[in-house]
């Protein structure tokens, strides 16, 4: 076990269980803006479709069904703009955090490898390069970095925490910077279709990319969008030269998403409608919260897309955690994401539109 301890960090939601128990203990409840899991209803073609395939009993395959490939490279042509997409530029994968976390190792990272991320980040970019035994450092511009070494840089536009959007100017600098120097570059975009104040890009566009897939992937979950965390429904797009050995492994470690919800995914991908819907709850309730921590003396910085508002006190991020618990009011503090957010605190909008209510009421 400890060896385990010294290759990871201490989990960080476990530092918030005492906040929560005061938010908690709040006379009208707790309303959690923390983690960002979905609260609203999975639309009901998507359940309809898991339903019809719950009679599955053989082994699904890691690749998907082609109904489902076909699924993907429609909406990464026709969401994205992406070209000539074939089935071997996608890949079906169980949730993106399963990927993030797992991908140094399955690219046969270790000791002596360099892995890059965002200085404001997602802590699994960090707990994928541990798990490899590789190295691992945060920037302010990836093109800035020395390239020795470096064999995997990760770039999230939306980004988790701060809802930063890289423009296509911006991105199509780093993919040519990272192809200049041979290093593989995975984008972390699922927030993608929640762009607020920006309209965020893929590096797929052949604006960015320049029409070829090599040495980029894009990573896209079905959580956000279509309310799928619970499914745990992702996939890949870009370079077949990386997928198909990514494939190859995710065979024989049996990677493989469950064939109901190999359906779900096809129905969800499919249908736009829903996607509008759940935007437009997500919007009202972004207003609402935004105004009333304006009131309540915040600053929101970015912010422009993704599911959170990046807000600060200009005060230790532990101290507004406390005081917003005090509150029944629970948020992410913003050092969970590096140390640049020791004074901001991530307020997520996935809460029932009762719960928003409660929190403007209270701020």
């Known amino acids: 076990m400890s060896a385990v301890s010294d290759r990871l960090p201490t989990f960080p939601w476990d530092k918030l269980t005492p906040y929560k128990a005061t938010a908690a203990a709040h006379p009208d409840g707790i309303v959690d803006l923390s983690v960002g899991t979905p609260v609203d209803p999975v639309p009901e073609l998507i359940q309809k479709a898991l ?58 990272l270790g000791p002596g490898d360099r892995v890059a991320y965002p200085r404001l980040a997602y802590p699994t970019y960090e707990v994928g390069a541990r798990l490899a035994r590789a190295e691992y450092e945060a920037y302010d511009d990836p093109t800035e970095l020395d390239p020795e070494g470096l064999k995997l840089l990760w770039l999230n536009s939306p980004s988790n925490p701060t809802g930063k959007v890289l423009s296509k100017e911006e991105l199509t600098r780093i993919v040519a910077w990272a192809r200049s120097h041979g290093i593989l570059l995975f984008s972390d975009e699922c927030y993608l279709e929640l762009g607020w104040e920006a309209d965020p890009v893929s590096v797929l566009h052949p604006d960015v990319s320049g029409g070829s897939y090599d040495g980029i992937v894009s990573v896209h979950s079905l959580s956000k969008r ?138």
């Open 51 to 108: 339903v019809a395939a719950a009679d599955s009993p053989g082994y699904p395959t890691v690749w998907g069904t082609p109904e489902l490939r076909d699924a993907i490279t429609g909406w990464v042509e026709r969401r994205l703009g992406a070209r000539e997409v074939t089935h071997r530029h996608v890949l079906p994968i169980v949730g993106s955090k399963e990927l993030v976390a797992w991908l140094p190792t399955q690219l046969g």
């Open 226 to 363: 279509s309310n799928l965390a619970g499914y745990r429904a992702a996939f890949l797009a870009g370079d077949p030269a990386v997928l198909g050995p990514l494939l190859e492994i995710r065979k024989h470690g049996g990677m493989m998403t469950s064939a109901p919800t190999q359906a779900a995914v096809i129905a969800a991908l499919g249908d736009d409608d829903h996607v509008r819907v759940q935007r437009e709850r997500y919007a009202s309730r972004r207003e609402l919260l935004r105004e009333a921590l304006h009131t309540h003396g915040f600053r929101i910085e970015h912010s422009e897309a993704s599911l959170y508002l990046w807000a600060t006190r200009g005060e230790s991020c532990w101290d507004t955690v406390a005081h917003l618990a005090e509150r029944g009011i629970l948020v992410a503090p913003g050092d969970f994401y590096g140390p640049a957010g020791a004074e901001f605190v991530r307020v997520a909008l996935t809460a029932t539109d009762e719960r928003v209510a409660a929190a403007v009421r209270r701020l």
